[in-house]
């Protein structure tokens, strides 16, 4: 099993809160991501970080931001949450195995704003 | 289009069945290519690499063809079990480890 964990697990929350999704893995993994997704459609990129003090944006535009200050933790904020930012995040890490990359999962926080 | 591209299924097959999922990509230059699994409401998790010869673990098979970008998954011997939704992720170049997830491809086996 990956030892990587998110918390809430879910988060009901009115709008113009502000919230934060934890992230930590105890791997040692450099490499940690942020996917949204919303059900039955596919995993989007939204945050990535190469390691400390490393942050980009992915593919998919979002208004939260991330940061990176300690290897193991990767927390994802959202300044005022709207009802359009209700979906699923999932955090993960990845390390090489042989030629490629295995990604580690969380088992995400399904947020709903209200 | 999409850079990955699966039927979205579902499909209902009885115990023992096989069935067959294919999924076609864009990006010809892809390197990597996986099978992840992810059950209702949970975190995918992989299933297999897929590598350029085939390869098979167990009742799962997987195969890649370049020429004509796309690669399945074969499933033998269907278990209650193996329902679950199976994504089908390709890591494109883009200087970092970009993995593109298909939509899924749902499979609901039954008694």
């Known amino acids: 099993e990956a030892d990587i964990y998110q918390t809430p697990r879910y988060l009901v929350i009115g709008t113009g809160k502000k919230i934060t999704l934890e992230c930590s893995q105890t791997?040692?993994?450099?490499?940690m991501y942020w996917y949204q997704q919303d059900p039955g459609m596919e995993l989007h990129l939204i945050h990535y970080s190469y390691g400390v003090n490393s942050t980009e944006k992915g593919d998919l535009s979002s208004e939260s931001t991330v940061s990176r200050i300690r290897t193991e933790h990767f927390p994802l904020t959202l300044e005022s949450a709207r009802p359009s930012h209700t979906s699923q995040y999932l955090c993960a890490s990845s390390a090489p195995t042989g030629r490629h990359e295995k990604l580690f999962f969380g088992s995400g926080t399904q947020l709903s704003v209200l | 289009r999409k850079e990955v591209e699966q039927d979205p299924g579902p499909f209902n097959v009885p115990e023992g069945a096989t069935v067959a999922f294919n999924c076609t990509y864009s990006n010809s230059a892809s390197q990597s290519f996986f099978w992840y699994r992810q059950d209702c409401r949970k975190e995918p998790k992989l299933l297999m690499s897929?590598?350029?010869s085939g390869n098979e673990d167990g009742r799962f098979t997987a195969q890649l063809n370049r020429a004509s970008q796309y690669i399945s998954l074969l499933i033998r011997d269907s278990k209650l079990s193996d329902s679950a939704t199976y994504l089908c992720v390709v890591n494109s170049l883009g200087g970092y480890n970009k993995l593109i997830f298909g939509a899924g491809t749902r499979l609901a086996v039954h008694p």
């Open positions: 897929v590598y350029s």
């Open positions: 791997m040692g993994h450099d490499k």
